[in-house]
Nanobody
Framework: QLQIAESGGDLVQPGGSLRLSCEAS????????IGWFRQAPGKEYEGVSC???????????YYVDSVKDRFTIARDRTKNTVYLQMNSMKPEETGVYFC?????????????????????WGRGTQVTVSS
């Protein structure tokens, strides 16, 4: 059974850092494109960052403009895990953070932030940025 589990969410002060983990079980994560999304209360999913599978002809990482130079997405193939390192966090980044997997890589980078494009989802981890 394919499962994804996020962890690492916490309460952090503005300007602080968190590292989220997305661990897969039942499948080899590195063969999937992975996206991180967040959902604020009462709002829709917002794509944050994505990483291509190791099979991609054009390996890529992608970040929405609001998190560029502050967030980093990375794989640990030995642990079947994808991480999202978040630095200099802002209160407006509060929400539930979800990890999602897609069996096919994206032909356009910008598509990787579309939640409808993903096949498997975790249950999310709560991130609160507040003093």
């Amino acid at each position: 059974q394919l499962q994804i589990a996020e962890s690492g969410g916490d309460l952090v002060q503005p300007g602080g850092s968190l590292r989220l983990s997305c661990e897969a079980s039942g499948f080899t994560f590195e063969y999937y494109a992975i996206g991180w999304f967040r959902q604020a209360p009462g709002k829709e999913y917002e794509g944050v960052s994505c990483i291509s599978s190791i099979r991609s002809a054009e390996p890529m990482t992608y970040y929405v403009d609001s998190v560029k130079d502050r967030f980093t997405i990375a794989r640990d193939r030995t642990k079947n895990t994808v991480y999202l390192q978040m630095n200099s966090m802002k209160p407006e980044e509060t929400g539930v953070y979800f990890c999602a997997a897609r069996t096919a890589d994206f032909s356009l980078k910008s598509m990787c932030t579309m939640d409808s494009e993903y096949d498997y989802w975790g249950r999310g981890t709560q991130v609160t940025v507040s003093s």
